[in-house]
C-alpha cells in the first residue's frame, strides 16, 4: 500500500510471543498525521487480535527508546513491540 508519492509507513517490528501471534518479526503499517503510539497500537490488535490481551505487559521503543503510548509516530520511525523483562 506504499503509494509512489512516498510511503507513510512507520516500519513495526516484534519480539517473542508478539512476533509468534503476528506471524511475523517485522510488518509495515501506514499512519496518519499525528498519530501516537497508542494509535499504532490499536492498528495492530485490530488486525491481530492475538496481541490484545499482551498489551499490558509488553514494552515498547521508538527509534530505540522506550516510549509511551502518548508518543507520537511519525513516517520512518522504527517501533519495537518487546516481551517483558524479567528482573532478578
Known amino acids: 500500500m506504499s503509494g509512489m508519492n512516498g510511503t507513510r509507513a512507520v516500519r513495526v517490528l516484534l519480539f517473542g510471543a508478539a512476533a509468534d501471534q503476528a506471524g511475523a518479526r517485522e510488518l509495515e503499517?501506514?499512519?496518519r498525521d499525528g498519530?501516537?503510539?497508542g494509535d499504532?497500537?490499536?492498528?495492530?490488535t485490530g488486525r491481530y487480535p492475538?496481541?490484545?490481551p499482551m498489551g499490558d505487559t509488553l514494552?515498547?521503543?521508538v527509534n530505540q527508546e522506550y516510549a509511551g503510548m502518548e508518543r507520537?509516530?511519525?513516517?520512518?520511525?522504527?517501533?519495537?513491540?518487546l516481551p517483558p523483562v524479567s528482573g532478578g
Not at 40 to 44: D, G, P, T
Open 29 to 31: 503499517l501506514q499512519v
Open 35 to 37: 498519530a501516537t503510539l
Open 40 to 44: 499504532l497500537w490499536n492498528e495492530l
Open 50 to 52: 492475538g496481541l490484545t
Open 59 to 61: 514494552a515498547f521503543a
Open 72 to 81: 507520537r509516530v511519525s513516517p520512518g520511525d522504527e517501533v519495537a513491540i
